[in-house]
């Protein structure tokens, strides 16, 4: 991967003096009063900032959010590592990435615990988005180290990389396939059971058909990847706390994998269908499907 190198890099050591008091960050647990920690070198690191730019850049923003640093000399990124209250024995760490110039709050988490009743370990060798929100930011860095950088290059970094994508091959997609199939065969069920008749048929029908599918690009940054499901006119989420490539995953069946019908579960606002999780944005399903057709991956699968 390219990285561009012309980058001004300012740290700005923010020190936390005593004990602090940690506001709630989305997507990590609740944390106690926070002692001073050493920040994770990977944080700071300008080279992971940006990664972590291009995946909100797929997923989260739009021109608008462009349009708020357009002109600007730097790009401040705030960060923090966070001491939340874990079980015993485990030793994830989480972060807190703050770009108050596009308004944007990123949670991350290196795990690191043991399943014990599985005998699995779970770790990360690098820091993965868990959860992106907006409002809420703090009112300035205290607490933050600061990393600043030319707009420039990482505007420069995004542009040229925009359309860089690794895809899963092999066995992880063999297991994404076998995965996917299964939850629609659930979904199938279901709607038979209930008496909802389905626009393609029965699953027998299904079995004789050819399928075309659109996978998204795997992130650096998150445990989560995308299948447009065309015939099917459906999204398919696969999502994780290990490394998708990671065989704990697939051995174990930690994994969460959640369908969207995108003709009935697509709502122009989450609050026409306020406490449900089961529904996405029109938005959401936008970007879901302009990484899957535009920057993703098209399969075709004939009948077995």
């Not at 997507?27 to 900032?49: F, M, S, W």
């Not at 703090?138 to 542009?159: E, L, Q």
Request: with cysteine; glycine share 6%.
């Amino acid at each position: 991967m390219r990285i561009v190198h012309s980058v001004l890099i300012t740290f700005c050591a923010c020190a936390l003096s005593g004990r602090a008091q940690v506001a709630p960050v989305a997507g990590v647990p609740r944390a106690a009063d926070a002692a001073e920690v050493a920040l994770d070198d990977e944080l700071v690191d300008t080279k992971y900032l940006y990664k972590v730019v291009r995946h909100l850049y797929r997923w989260y923003l739009d021109e608008r959010d462009a349009e708020k640093i357009v002109g600007e000399d730097e790009v401040a990124f705030w960060v923090r590592e966070l001491t939340p209250e874990l079980d015993p024995g485990d030793r994830s760490r989480f972060g807190q990435i703050v770009i108050p110039q596009l308004g944007v709050s990123v949670a991350v988490k290196q795990a690191d615990y043991t399943i014990e009743k599985l005998d699995v370990k779970v770790q990360n060798a690098t820091f993965k988005i868990i959860n992106v929100s907006r409002g809420d930011l703090p009112p300035d860095a205290s607490g933050y180290s600061v990393v600043k950088t030319s707009y420039k290059a990482m505007r420069d970094y995004g542009h040229q990389t925009r359309r860089l994508a690794n895809f899963p091959e092999g066995e992880l997609l063999k297991r994404l396939r076998l995965s996917a199939r299964e939850k629609i065969w659930q979904y199938m069920q279901a709607r038979e059971q209930s008496g909802v008749k389905s626009a393609l048929g029965t699953w027998e029908e299904l079995q004789q058909m050819n399928h075309v599918l659109h996978l998204s690009p795997l992130s650096e940054v998150a445990n989560e990847l995308w299948i447009f499901w065309e015939t099917g006119r459906m999204l398919v989420r696969f999502a994780s706390d290990i490394d998708l490539e990671a065989s704990a995953v697939w051995d174990h069946d930690d994994l969460a994998v959640k369908l969207y019908n995108i003709d009935e579960q697509t709502v122009v606002s989450l609050d026409e269908v306020a406490g449900s999780n089961a529904y996405m944005t029109r938005d959401e399903v936008g970007r879901a499907l302009f990484n899957c057709i535009i920057l993703g991956r098209r399969l075709e699968i004939a009948p077995e």
